[in-house]
């Protein structure tokens, strides 16, 4: 019998949250840049009781992003998608956040939208931080979202004189993946599919401890003990915004990018966040 097929890029907590509960009948393909990273979750989903194979893909490349996606074709249709790859600021450099989380997304979001099935759905994982940076300029908003990607990265706001340090770029980054999902969501709606993203705040993951131990690890410390939940997300609750936003009870939902930050973006601008 074949299986539709789930396409997952980023081997991490927040990504089989949202293949446990999308993934269940499919065939699941998992891409990760550290094969261990991708064997290891294939493993775990296997255990589960899914049907989940692992390959090795770098959001960072063209190439290796084209040839994820052809395993998958090669697997059965393309009906789900998820991507929950990237690099942090505190992974990274400015330049290597720039190349994965907002380049290597809008190559994805495109060529995925090129093959998804009618009635196929996808999430891209964004971030909160998006939410934190001074609004762009209408001009500069619609360059995120419509620049070729492989002429991205020579906008002028992506320049280095132009990009303060590796949390401004990561802020660029998730604010053209919003960009990006909307105007990747008119294409996909001509295959009668959907795209949203999803931004979420400080969830508990080996990615967000990375960040509680770096250089910023006070400020997010402080962020969920003062945001109105008044602590940490977790995946699952990430897991389950997006399987209702992927299922048919979302169908009127596309283009769409959902804050789950436990109200820390809000205090942030109006509570004890807000900066003096």
């Keep these: 019998m074949d299986k539709n097929v789930v396409l ?20 699941i393909l998992v891409g990760d840049k550290d094969p261990a990273n991708a064997e290891a979750m294939a493993r775990a989903m296997g255990e589960a009781g899914f049907d989940c194979e692992w390959t090795e893909a770098d959001l960072a490349s063209r190439e290796s992003i084209l040839a994820f996606i052809e395993r998958g074709r090669g697997l059965g249709g393309i009906e789900f998608f998820v991507n929950a790859a990237g690099v942090s ?28 099935m009618s009635g196929g759905a996808g ?9 934190r940076m001074p609004q762009l300029s209408a001009e500069e908003d619609r360059l ?5 990607c492989e002429e991205l990265l020579s906008l002028d706001l992506l320049q280095c004189e132009n990009v303060r340090d590796t ?9 053209c993946n919003e960009k ?44 969920f003990a003062k945001c109105p ?20 009870r979302g169908a009127f939902i596309t283009g769409s990018d959902f804050l789950i930050d436990g109200g820390a ?3 942030y601008y109006y509570g004890p966040l807000r900066p003096e």
């Design 8 to 27: 997952w890029m980023g081997a991490g907590q927040i990504g089989m949250a949202i293949a446990r509960r999308i993934g269940y009948g499919k065939k």
């Design 123 to 131: 999430v891209t994982i964004s971030s909160q931080s998006g939410k």
């Design 229 to 248: 939940a008044g602590r940490a997300g977790t995946a699952d609750e990430v897991g389950a915004l997006a399987e209702l936003i992927m299922s048919p």
């Design 180 to 223: 990006r999902v909307m105007r990747e969501a008119v294409r996909w709606g001509e295959r009668g599919a959907r795209i949203n993203s999803i931004s979420p705040g400080i969830i508990v993951t080996p990615l967000a401890v990375d960040e509680l131990n770096g250089p910023r690890g006070g400020f997010y410390k402080n962020m």
């Design 265 to 267: 973006t809000a205090s």
């Design 167 to 175: 949390l401004h770029a990561y802020q660029l980054a998730k604010r």
């Design 89 to 116: 600021p505190s992974q990274a450099p400015v330049e290597a956040i720039l190349r994965v989380d907002l380049y290597g997304t809008a190559v994805l979001l495109e060529e995925v939208g090129r093959v998804i």
């Design 144 to 148: 995120l979202a419509i620049t070729p």
